[in-house]
C-alpha cells in the first residue's frame, strides 16, 4: 500500500525521508501537510507537534520524525541500508547525527541570507502554510522563525565567513570523494547518506546561492544528491563497482578526510551542547520521566572554531542519535571496540563517544521523551 509522506521539497528532513523511500523502492505519495484530515487526525496522532517529515501508514498508523521513519522501515525489512560490519557500521552511525546536525549553519545562512532564494522559498512555504495557522505558522511567521534560528545555531553577521569557509571546504572534500565513489560507503547508499542528504538536498543543492556554488565546486555532490532521488544506482561513467557496500570493511580516506573536516566544528559544539544541556537537566527541580523533549532548551553555549567564538542554542537530540554510535561501539567485543575507537580518532571524532547526557532520551507517542 501507499505510504502517504507529508513534506515539502524545501524541508531538510523531508529530504531523508524521500530519498530512502525512492532507494528502498517504497510507494509513497507527498503532500502537503494542509488538509482538513491532517489537522483533525494526522496531527493528534503526531503528538500534536507540527512537523514534517510525518508518515501514514495504510491501516492509519501515524509516525512523526525522519529518525523514527527511517528506522521503522529498516526494521521491517531487514535493515538493507545498514552496513552490517563494524566500522562502516559506525560510520554510518555517525553520518547519521552529523547529517542532521552538524550543517545547520550552512544550510540556514544560504537560505536565508541571500535575496536570490526568496522566490523559491515562500513559494514553497505558502504550500505549507495550515489552515487558519496560529501567528508562527504564517508565512511571515515561519520566516522571522527561521532567520531566528540562524542568529540561534551562530550564523552572525561577523561569523558568516568563517561559516562559507567551513562549508567550501566540506563542499571540495566530499566532491573529491564522490569522484571516486557513487555512494558514502560504496556501491549502495548507507543511513549515512540518507541523513546527509537532508541538508544537501533541501537546502544546499536547490537554493539558487548554494546551487551556484555546487555547480562550481561540488558536481560531484551534484552527481550524488541526484543519484540518492534515483531508484536505479545510478552510477557516474567513472564508477564501475558492485551494488553493496565496500568490501573487507573497508572506510576510504577520502571520507575519513570528508570526517576529519567535519571534526572541525561538529565536536567542539557538540562538547559544548553537552555541557549545557547537562546544567540545563541539573537546574530542573523536577523532569519526570516521560516529559517531552523541546527541540531547543531556554539558554546558550558557546565554543570556539578555528579561534572565532561561536554560540548555539542547546539542542538535545542529537545525544539521541550519537547515544547509538556509542552504544555500538561499547557493546563490541574488545578487539572490535578498540577498533572503532582508533577508527574514531583517526577521523579526529574519538571525543565524540565521552559526550553524554545525564538523563537519556526515549520516544513514546510520536515524541521524543525525557527517560
Not at 508518515?55 to 538493507?80: C, K, M, T, Y
Not at 551534484?222 to 573497508?250: C, I, K, Q, T, Y
Not at 582508533?342 to 577521523?347: R, W
Request: include cysteine.
Amino acid at each position: 500500500m501507499t505510504v502517504i509522506l507529508y513534506g515539502s521539497p524545501v524541508s531538510l528532513y523531508t529530504g531523508k525521508v524521500r530519498s530512502y523511500f525512492i532507494k528502498a523502492q517504497i510507494p509513497f505519495r507527498e503532500v502537503a501537510p494542509v488538509s482538513d484530515h491532517y489537522e483533525d487526525v494526522v496531527l493528534k496522532k503526531a503528538g500534536s507537534r507540527r512537523g514534517i517529515p510525518t508518515i501514514e501508514l495504510s491501516d492509519g498508523q501515524i509516525i512523526r520524525d525522519s529518525v523514527a521513519i527511517v528506522d521503522h522501515f529498516e526494521a521491517e525489512l531487514g535493515s538493507p541500508f545498514t552496513p552490517a560490519t563494524p566500522k562502516q557500521k559506525a560510520i554510518s552511525l555517525l553520518f547519521d547525527a552529523i547529517g542532521g546536525e552538524g550543517l545547520l549553519r550552512p544550510a540556514l545562512h544560504y537560505r536565508w541570507h541571500f535575496p536570490e532564494n526568496e522566490s523559491l522559498v515562500l513559494h514553497h512555504f505558502k504550500e505549507i502554510t495550515p489552515r487558519n495557522a496560529a501567528p508562527e505558522f504564517t508565512l511571515a511567521g515561519r520566516v522571522n522563525k527561521m532567520q531566528q534560528a540562524c542568529i540561534n545555531v551562530g550564523v552572525s553577521q561577523d561569523r558568516v565567513e568563517l561559516v562559507e569557509s567551513l562549508y567550501l571546504g566540506l563542499l571540495k572534500k566530499l566532491d573529491a570523494h564522490f569522484e571516486l565513489y557513487p555512494y558514502l560507503l560504496g556501491g549502495k547508499p548507507s543511513i549515512g547518506d540518507f541523513a546527509l542528504m537532508g541538508p544537501m538536498y533541501g537546502h544546499l543543492s536547490r537554493d539558487l546561492k548554494p546551487l551556484t556554488l555546487m555547480h562550481e565546486y561540488g558536481l560531484h555532490v551534484l552527481r550524488w544528491v541526484e543519484r540518492m532521488n534515483r531508484a536505479d544506482p545510478g552510477f557516474s561513467a567513472g564508477h564501475a563497482p558492485e551494488e553493496d557496500f565496500l568490501s573487507n570493511d573497508e572506510i576510504p580516506e577520502t571520507l575519513l578526510e570528508v570526517l576529519r573536516h567535519f571534526a572541525i566544528d561538529f565536536v567542539p559544539e557538540t562538547e559544548a551542547i553537552c555541557d549545557g544541556v547537562n546544567n540545563w537537566i541539573d537546574s530542573q527541580a523536577e523532569l519526570d520521566s516521560g516529559t517531552n523533549v523541546e527541540i531547543a532548551l531556554e539558554g546558550m553555549t558557546s565554543f570556539d572554531i578555528e579561534g572565532k567564538h561561536m554560540s548555539s542554542v542547546l539542542m538535545p537530540f542529537r545525544f539521541y542519535l550519537l547515544k547509538r554510535l556509542q552504544d555500538e561501539v561499547a557493546t563490541s567485543s574488545a578487539a572490535v571496540s578498540q577498533e572503532l575507537i582508533q577508527l574514531l580518532e583517526s577521523a579526529n571524532m574519538k571525543e565524540l563517544l565521552e559526550m553524554t547526557l545525564t538523563r537519556g532520551i526515549g520516544r513514546a507517542h510520536n515524541r521524543e521523551v525525557w527517560q
